[in-house]
């Protein structure tokens, strides 16, 4: 099955500077990668997807990368604020129609004032 | 927010007892999950549904039974075959189908033995 291994665990950065957290996964069939975001004591919430058929994608100050090749595909804040904070988990699915997402072990980001 | 609803909030669980958590959508989706999340090990899947009356095992269902006898309805029993069940739990609902990938959360269940 798919193997997704999601670094750094933690990563703080001062605000305004840029935060990247990047994945691997195992399973060339995977074809779907989003990014949820959980603030402390919330719900994990969809902050962006990418699919494989694109490299790149943005969002106003996030911005996801995806290299098939290497299997790795990266997340990218810029500008970073306080409100980033939080943890960020990458996961994967692979296109075999079961719906399953493999998830990453998370990133918790904290932006330092 | 809304949608999904779990409940309770905290729940205790006493040697060799069995507990179920209560996981409720009023999305329509077709598409059930729970997930267990451990501090450092992020989301891991126990169980999934895509329909009515099916479901399969995920990642770590030893310990776990669930049913899927309405849609709107997905509940997880952590049984005493469980050995470590102290974790928080999270249910999820999708809509099924390619463009349709994106998980709605519940708030979550804390689970701890006493």
């Known amino acids: 099955g798919e193997n997704v291994e999601q670094h750094p665990s933690t990563l703080s950065v001062q605000e305004g500077d840029s935060a990247v957290i990047k994945c691997t996964y195992s399973?060339?069939?995977?074809?779907?990668f989003p990014w949820y975001k959980q603030e402390l004591g919330k719900r994990p919430q969809l902050i962006i997807d990418?699919?494989?058929?694109?490299g790149e994608k943005k969002d106003q100050r996030i911005a996801v990368t995806l290299n098939k090749t290497a299997k790795h595909f990266s997340l990218h804040i810029t500008e970073t604020q306080p409100e980033d904070s939080a943890v960020y988990f990458c996961?994967?699915?692979?296109?075999?129609?079961?719906?399953?997402?493999?998830f990453g072990t998370g990133t918790r980001l904290t932006i330092i004032p | 927010d809304g949608g999904i609803t779990q409940s309770p909030k905290y729940l205790f669980r006493k040697e060799g007892q069995n507990v179920t958590l209560s996981c409720e959508q009023n999305?329509?989706?077709?598409?059930m999950y729970w997930y267990r999340q451990d501090p450092g090990q992020g989301l891991r899947l126990i169980y999934y549904?895509?329909?009515?009356?099916?479901?399969q095992k995920g990642d770590i269902a030893e310990g776990y039974s669930v049913s899927r006898e309405k849609k709107e309805s997905f509940p997880l029993t952590v049984t005493s075959a469980q050995k470590n069940p102290t974790a928080f739990y999270l249910c999820?609902?999708?809509?099924?189908?390619?463009?349709?990938?994106?998980?709605?959360f519940g708030s979550g269940t804390q689970l701890s033995v006493l």
């Open positions: 990418i699919r494989s058929n694109v």
């Open positions: 996961a994967a699915r692979s296109n075999f129609g079961n719906e399953k997402l493999t």
């Open positions: 999305l329509n989706h077709d598409a």
């Open positions: 999820a609902s999708s809509m099924v189908g390619k463009t349709n990938e994106k998980l709605f």
């Open positions: 399973d060339s069939a995977s074809n779907y």
């Open positions: 549904s895509q329909i009515v009356n099916d479901f």
